[in-house]
């Protein structure tokens, strides 16, 4: 599991808020740091490696992991979400969410449980 980061709320604000005014492709590419080009060749043909991994209760788990270069897409786009979803998310929430560093109750899984 990576490590999880810290960020202020003046900056996960920002972030959702540079997200949220996006109004046209190339923005978002600029945002996602890529061309048209890239975004339609990940978009139109992405690349997956496949392969089971077993489980403890018995039987296989398929998994998908996408190639590195549709994986960072995908991170960035979390990072921008996950600031978008901090500043609306319930108090109840608690899996897989981000935390800033100004929460003295943090949120996670192990938290919740």
Do not use: W
């Amino acid at each position: 599991m990576a490590a999880q980061r810290y960020h202020t709320p003046k900056y996960l604000k920002r972030q959702a808020d540079l997200f949220c005014r996006l109004q046209k492709p190339r923005e978002i590419f600029d945002l996602l740091n890529l061309n048209r080009q890239a975004f339609q060749e990940l978009s139109e043909n992405p690349q997956y490696q496949s392969f089971k991994v077993g489980k403890k209760s018995g039987g296989e788990r398929h998994i998908d992991n996408p190639n590195y270069k549709l994986k960072k897409v995908q991170e960035r786009l979390n990072r921008y979400l996950q600031a978008v979803y901090y500043q609306v998310k319930s108090p109840l929430a608690y899996g897989f969410v981000i935390n800033s560093n100004k929460e003295k109750d943090r949120r996670d899984i192990l938290s919740n449980a």
